[in-house]
Every structure is written in structure tokens, then in C-alpha cells.
């Protein structure tokens, strides 16, 4: 799609039948990479914290962290629309938190939108940042900064009593003013049936096929995760493998005395 993409933009492919795709960056060189590709969505996410930082979880991101990988990120795009995480903690204490972070997010940041994960307990916050101006894009179903609350990392929504909750936070998120979601780690006839509910265009993962549009974090989607891999992921590269043979390749050289060569010095 040429052309900068807008929260607009985005809500018309959903009016239209076009498929929505988004991807997680947290640099500059992956970020242009993925912009000059045509990805509709960037999204600055906080798995950040395992991708590139090492960390077990989302939990120990911190404010400082995501507007550094915001800055980053925001330099290498031109088209996409770049959407950044609100990390743990940096909005539930109180709306004028929430507020004051979601602005550092936006002004400091360079987002064009903010992520925010929960349900029906955050609309008087989302409510506040819409009605100033802020973006915001909903996150239900597996809430990864909630992973002690929820006891790891579990299907959600798979009785009917759980996926009614979810369709109602997803309503409830709608009539506050997201202008999209994001549906994680559902049953597929859950997230087609959300999907179905709303105006407003869901952005699955681990959420089926019925949704708008699809997003996979980049250490998964390039073959770059250490350890289990999700059900939902697809590894469309092994950039381990090949990275680890360009490494390779290089170490036999420079012991063999191969690099540098005629061509590689002055």
C-alpha cells in the first residue's frame, strides 16, 4: 500500500475486506527494513524485554526502555503507522500516570498511537487519552504483562462464560474510543466472533483467522527466539542458522588469514 498509513487508513481496510499485517520492531535497520517492505502496522512492542534485552517476560520494561526503542524505531519509518506499548505499570496507578506516560510516549517517543493491554478496567483511562488526542489501540484476551496474574502463558477465553467477558471488554474498549485490538491467544471462533462485534478492525494473534489482520513479534517470525516458540508463530526465516554460518565463516577466515584480503584494506 503507498502512502502513509493512518489510524484512518486502517480502519478503512477493515470497511473494505483487506487483510491488516503488523509486525514488531524495536530498532532503527529493521524498523526501515519492515517500512520499505510495506508493512501497514509497526508496533514498538514491550516483548522488547525478551527479544532484545534478555529478560524472562514484559514485566521488567520500563518507560526509559520503550521510548529509546520508540526513537529508534521511529527514525527508520516512513510509511508505516508506528504504534508503541505502554509497559508494565506505567498506567495503572492513576489516569494523570497514564496521561503523563502515554504523552512521554507520543512526544518523546515519536509514536503515532499507544498500546494499551486490559479490558473493561482501563476505559476511564483510554476514555481521558482519546479525548486529548492520544491514540490508542486495545490489547485482550492473553495480557502478557498480567502473566503472574493469569499463572503463565494460557489459552484464553475457552469456556463460555470467559469468551463472553472478552466480547464484552472488547465492546466496552470499542465505546471508549480504540480505533483498533489486539486479540491474543484465543480460540478462533472467539476472535472471529469479536472480530464479527465490532467496527473497529482486531489485529489477532494466536487468534485465528476471522480476524482483520494478523501481528507476530520479530524474534519469532525471523527465527531469532531462544527457547519455545508459540503455536501461533511462523518462522519465515532462520536468521539463527544464518547468522550463526556468516559468524562462522568469518572466525575460519580470520584464522586462516583469508580476511582481510586484497579487496578489503587500504
Known sequence: MAGKIRITTIQKMKQDGQKIAMLTAYDYPMARILDMAGIEIILVGDSVGSVALGYGNTVPVTMADMIHHCQAVRRGVTNSLVVGDMPFMSYKISQKQAMTNATRLVQRGGVEA??????????????????????????????????????????????????????????????????????????????????GALRIPTIGIGAGRGCDGQVLVLGDFLGLTFGKVPRFAKKYADLQQIIGNAVEQYIREVREGHFPDETHHY
Not at 145 to 165: F, M, N, P, V, W
Open 114 to 195: 499507544v498500546k494499551m493491554e486490559g479490558g473493561g478496567e482501563i476505559v476511564p483511562i483510554i476514555q481521558t487519552m482519546v479525548q486529548a488526542g492520544i491514540p490508542v489501540m486495545g490489547h485482550v484476551g492473553l495480557t502478557p504483562q498480567s502473566i503472574h496474574q493469569l499463572g503463565g502463558y494460557r489459552i484464553q477465553g475457552r469456556d463460555d462464560e470467559a469468551a463472553t467477558k472478552l466480547l464484552n471488554d472488547a465492546q466496552r474498549l470499542e465505546a471508549a474510543g480504540v480505533f483498533a485490538l489486539v486479540i491474543e491467544a484465543v480460540p478462533e471462533e472467539v476472535g472471529k466472533t469479536i472480530t
